[in-house]
């Protein structure tokens, strides 16, 4: 079994900061890219960031020279770095993780139960 826990969300101030962190546990044999996904009440699921083996990272043009992603290999863990922060990123924020469980097998995607981010005064 994969388990990813998220932490780190909250209410914070418009031009605030969070960051989030998702950290997988289990038994697996690979863990390949890792990302952050949110959706907002009444929105379809959008991507927020992610991140490869190779540090490669995609960010979503919204949130592109605010939020950051990074991954800490040894921990299995996934952050995103989150300033400047609007009201319109208000959201659910949901890890996401491609994982290999066994040599041989294909790759499964993982996702954790997603935390709360609200910005508001």
């Known amino acids: 079994q994969v388990q990813l826990v998220e932490s780190g969300g909250g209410l914070v101030q418009p031009g605030g900061s969070l960051r989030l962190s998702c950290a997988a546990s289990g038994s697996f044999f690979e863990l390949n890219t890792m990302g952050w996904y949110r959706q907002a009440p009444g929105k379809q699921r959008e991507l927020v960031a992610t991140i490869d083996t190779g540090r490669n990272t995609n960010i979503a043009s919204s949130v592109a020279g605010r939020f950051t992603i990074s991954r800490d290999f040894h921990k299995n863990t996934v952050y995103v770095q989150m300033n400047s922060l609007r009201p319109e990123d208000t959201a659910v924020y949901s890890c996401?993780?491609?994982?290999?469980?066994?040599?041989?097998?294909?790759?499964?995607?993982?996702w954790g139960q997603g935390t709360q981010v609200t910005v508001s005064s």
């Open positions: 996401n993780a491609r994982v290999r469980v066994e040599f041989g097998m294909p790759f499964n995607e993982y």
